[in-house]
């Protein structure tokens, strides 16, 4: 018997969940479906540093988990030869903060972590820092990344489908596993009313010289991150705000900001600015959950609420899926409830 697989989503977290189920169950029909693809997706537009950000309350030994999976995977992108032209780079970083807080646990395999002390803090000239941290980290452009993903996937014989659902009763009939991927659609997907959109405003500019990232960390902080091609400044974190138009107060602050950390950017050529709505939620959700839909039974595993971590996390929380579904195919009554 051929299990049939439906993956909803084709942004990063969609395209790897398909990308890893069709490694690990190569026997699998996964079907992809979504209504919008690259580079229409929240994660083309994204500037891609590999940091956790923005996941809510979701437990700190899950937020390791899923950011070491996708760290390992790029790191190993990273060595191969493939590695650069698909988005990803290493650079270095300086985090900083007006607040002090615990050393982040992810201190324990990026490259180079070091705390600054007070003094090179002060060096930087903004009082309001009271914290900060150095380390080297990956950028992965989910632009350049996901084409090769929906490649891959299309060449292994997964099959595309243009839908926007209204809800999960509409695939119910044609597959046994749905992955639900739908990011900020899961609010109206599966009524899931602790998903939230957080509005995320950037520019992108011309600066070559550019070569090293700075978060502040701040409550009103900025931010700047280099990537192959340009450089994205930022930004904007607005909860629950819907409007994607750009703003001019907020792109007074973002150019402002940026320009009074690193002086050089105010020569630089502006390309375009963009507004993308981040998929928040109270806890990231990768969980499984029987259902019965119209007398079958369904087996649905939520992955969506990455927040403004989806292109930290996205490797690590395919793994879980999979394993997921591995525990689900291993049952012996799931596959009685099938024949």
């Known amino acids: 018997m051929v299990v049939k697989v439906a993956v909803i989503g084709a942004g990063i977290i969609g395209l790897s969940v398909a990308k890893v189920l069709q490694e690990k169950f190569p026997n699998l029909s996964i079907t992809l479906v979504a209504d919008k693809f690259s580079p229409g997706t929240t994660s083309d537009g994204a500037a891609g540093l590999w940091m956790p950000f923005l996941l809510g309350d979701t437990p700190e030994s899950d937020v390791y988990a899923y950011s070491k999976g996708t760290w390992d995977f790029l790191r190993d992108l990273w060595n191969s030869p493939l590695g650069g032209k698909l988005g990803v780079s290493l650079l270095p970083c300086l985090q900083t903060s007006d607040t002090l807080s615990p050393i982040p646990s992810y201190s324990d395999f990026v490259y180079g972590f070091q705390v600054l002390k007070r003094e090179e803090l ?117 909860k629950d705000q819907w409007d994607i138009i750009p703003r001019k107060e907020d792109a007074k602050f973002i150019l402002e900001g940026c320009t009074s950390l690193f002086p050089s950017l105010e020569k630089a050529e502006i390309l375009y600015d963009w507004v993308g709505l981040r998929p928040g939620r109270s806890q990231l959700r990768v969980e499984l959950e029987k259902k019965i839909i119209n007398g079958k039974q369904l087996t649905v595993i939520h992955n969506y609420g990455h927040g403004g971590s989806g292109l930290t996390t996205f490797y690590g929380c395919a793994l879980k899926v999979a394993d997921l579904l591995e525990g689900t195919l291993s049952s012996e009554n799931y596959f009685a409830s099938k024949l």
Request: aromatic residues 8%; glycine residues 8%; hydrophobic residues 35%.
């Open 122 to 238: 002060a060096l930087y000239k903004k009082p309001q820092w009271k914290q900060g941290y150095r380390f080297v980290t990956f950028t992965c452009e989910g632009s350049k990344l996901m084409p090769h993903l929906m490649e891959q996937f299309r060449s292994k014989g997964g099959n595309v489908v243009v839908k926007r659902l209204e809800c999960l009763e509409e695939l119910a009939s044609d597959f046994d596993v749905i992955i639900n991927c739908s990011g900020i659609g899961a609010k109206e997907l599966v009524k899931d009313t602790s998903v939230h959109p957080i509005r995320g405003h950037i520019f992108r500019i011309k600066a070559p010289w550019q070569k090293s990232i700075l978060i502040d960390d701040s409550d009103v902080g900025n931010y700047v991150i280099p990537n192959q091609d340009s450089v994205v400044l930022g930004g904007t974190h607005d």
